[in-house]
């Protein structure tokens, strides 16, 4: 208790609430715009962060990234276009929503869902980190390989309608992933002598075509004379109802204990926490078939997952000194040139810093509610802009956020091809969402199924051995081969119905 | 544009068996990782749900419709203006400058769009300043720059 509240009176200090609050506003204008990342918003703090004080340090990075996390949903929700990679999954949900005059179950729902996963994985992180860090220092590559490969089968829950359509989409994103040199020999595959393409194709500059560009593109070949808008009546309060809140109380939960789960992975993060939760969602969900055309239950369980995965990442951060994503990795640098040395005795020699990320954890999760409101009201000002002025702007800050991924042009091509390609494969049916799960869960399918083959000298069987990878391995079987097993199963009982009609 | 589900069928399974065939260049170092084993994979199921569009759709392969915007030209012109202005950037403003390729890309597309000249011009001119200035100097990522940057810097 006396560390709690040493703590306290470390986070209660004018200069750390007053940063809050600046980076606060900085990570909702950063994740809004398209392109620019929760990781970027806090890469483009660190030279500040680095005068402040250790708390005041933390508090800038924890605050910034939690509102840019919650700030993507709010250009996907309004023009379908995700401003962080964490938003993707539920994008067009989002957007059916707020055109279905549904503001509060869209982006309410996603403020408030943000915000208390944000607290529920402060908590975990208070009361189970060294608990959650063993699980997560369990998993290797076979671990991750199962993992990452359960997580492609959410492919068919992203979808839509035509599922053969969102499988030919996943090997596009697959086959996007496996561009640039090969993890293990090195080997240039598929970059045809084009040296920016060896590192790989990058993700955001795919996501910014895959729902940026395509969607200009569509809006151009939709435009049909000059409107005082872009056609999207908004309307309802921002914030949902206590009832529509408690109705998606389960998937809320589901989503704040995946969401932290699988941020305390390293390697994991954000983005892979929300599709796995959009996809587990959809399993539970009273209405699956609404999934990608407006499901509130959707967008309450993946946009919780988002920032509780933040939380989670601190996990493996504060106990072992491993980063859990990009923005923890930050943080170690930070805590390091702070003096402070993550790993387990962190919590015995920095107890009180402990307990100070804890309450800005709580806090910054608090503030994101009122500070959030004020966005969505802003995002609702911005989208009653008429096209002729919306639209530009929105080309230009997609142009300079894919510039600013490597501050290369190169990135504007592969913007360029994506944008066209899924602009294309849109008009015919093809979904985009299975594209980006590919690209996002390729590298580490191949990555650690490589990596596991090496040290199992080719034997599969081991893939199988470990307690963890067992299960995980069996799990995914069962999840990719049971519509084949119930197909044959439903075979085999009309057979004898129709036999005996006969 | 939509075509039908045959000929997009058939451009993933071209697409896919070209992915396979390519990876089988590949060289592979000795050992049980093969940097040809996913693409090979990935082309090959690309091509087989190819395939399966492919033979699902043989039925309709003549049905082709033209898209509606192919018949207003301010679409087209819309449509065709947006990978020229991506082109545009990326070769022209690490020479001049993001600032006046940002202002004529912005004029040019709210004109387009059917904003009054006079206005677009206003428009391009304080996106393309406010915009850049906020990338460069508020969030430290270093745009293009030409003389007009240097100017205000």
Not at chain 1, 376 to 398: E, K, M, N, Q
Not at chain 1, 473 to 487: A, D, E, H, R, Y
Not at chain 2, 81 to 105: H, N, W
């Amino acid at each position: 208790m006396t560390g709690f509240l040493e703590g306290f009176a470390l986070v209660m200090q004018a200069d750390v609430l007053i940063t809050m609050l600046i980076s606060a506003i900085f990570g909702l204008f950063v994740g809004m715009v398209p392109g620019l990342s929760a990781t970027m918003a806090v890469a483009l703090l660190v030279p500040v962060a680095f005068t402040l004080s250790p708390v005041a340090a933390l508090a800038t990075i924890i605050t910034c990234s939690a509102m840019a996390m919650f700030a993507g949903d709010i250009p996907a929700a309004f023009l379908r276009i995700p401003g962080t990679p964490a938003s993707a999954a539920y994008t067009y949900d989002m957007n059916d929503l707020v055109r279905a005059g549904r503001l509060g179950d869209a982006l309410g729902m996603s403020l408030v869902g943000s915000a208390m996963g944000g607290v529920f994985g402060a908590i975990i992180l208070m009361f189970g980190a060294p608990l959650l860090a063993d699980f997560a220092i369990n998993f290797s590559s076979y671990e991750y390989f199962w993992l990452a490969l359960l997580g492609l089968s959410c492919a068919t829950l992203v979808a839509g309608d035509d599922a053969l359509k969102g499988w030919a989409s996943l090997t596009i994103g697959l086959f996007l992933s496996v561009v640039g040199l090969d993890f293990v020999t090195g080997i240039q595959r598929y970059t045809f002598g084009i040296t920016n393409l060896q590192a790989g194709i990058g993700f955001i500059s795919v996501m910014i075509g895959a729902f940026a560009l395509s969607e200009l593109f569509r809006k151009a070949a939709a435009f049909e004379g000059e409107t005082n808008g872009p056609g999207l009546a908004i309307s309802g309060r921002p914030l949902p109802t206590l009832r529509s809140l408690w109705e998606q109380r389960n998937h809320i939960g589901r989503g704040g204990l995946i969401g932290t789960l699988v941020g305390a992975l390293p390697g994991a993060g954000a983005d892979i926490a929300a599709w796995v939760t959009y996809a587990v969602s959809k399993r539970f969900a009273r209405k699956p078939e609404l999934f990608g055309h407006g499901s509130v239950e959707g967008v309450a369980g993946a946009a919780t997952a988002n920032n509780a995965a933040l939380s989670g990442s601190y996990v493996p951060t504060l106990v072992f000194g491993i980063p859990g994503d990009s923005i923890t990795a930050i943080v170690v640098g930070v805590l390091i040139l702070k003096g402070i040395q993550p790993g387990p005795l962190v919590f015995v020699n920095s107890a009180d810093m402990v307990n100070a990320i804890y309450i800005i954890f709580l806090l910054a999760n608090i503030l994101l509610v009122p500070l959030g409101v004020a966005a969505v009201y802003l995002g609702r000002t911005a989208i009653s802009i008429r096209d002729a002025i919306l639209y530009p702007v929105i080309l230009l800050l997609c142009l300079y956020g894919a510039y600013a991924v490597s501050n290369n042009t190169f990135e504007l091509w592969i913007v360029l091809a994506i944008g066209v390609l899924v602009w294309i494969m849109q008009e015919n049916n093809y979904p985009a969402a299975p594209l980006i799960l590919g690209l996002v869960l390729g590298q580490v399918v191949e990555q650690n199924f490589m990596s596991s083959l090496i040290k199992s000298d080719g034997n599969v069987i081991n893939f199988f051995n470990r307690p963890i990878a067992g299960v995980l391995g069996v799990l995914t079987l069962i999840v990719w081969f049971s519509p084949i097993i119930m197909g044959i199963l439903r075979r085999a009982d009309t057979a004898p119905e129709s036999t005996n009609k006969t | 544009m939509r075509l039908p589900d045959f000929w997009t069928g058939l451009a993933f399974t071209a697409l896919g068996i070209a992915i396979a065939v390519y990876a089988q260049g590949f060289h592979v170092p000795a050992g049980a990782a093969s940097p040809r084993l996913l693409p090979t994979i990935v082309g090959g199921f690309m091509a087989m749900f190819g395939g399966l569009i492919t033979f699902r759709g043989w039925r309709g392969a003549g049905n082709v419709e033209l898209p509606g915007w192919l018949s207003s030209r301010r679409q087209i012109a819309l449509i065709v203006f947006l990978p020229l202005a991506v082109v545009a950037y990326g070769l022209l403003a690490l020479r001049f400058g993001s600032i006046p390729v940002a202002t004529v890309i912005v004029f040019l597309h709210s004109v387009i769009y059917g904003l009054r000249p006079i206005y677009a011009l206003i428009l391009g001119l304080f996106i393309g300043l406010v915009v850049t200035y906020l990338f460069i100097h508020v969030l430290g990522i270093p745009l293009p720059a030409g003389p007009i940057e240097e100017l205000l810097s």
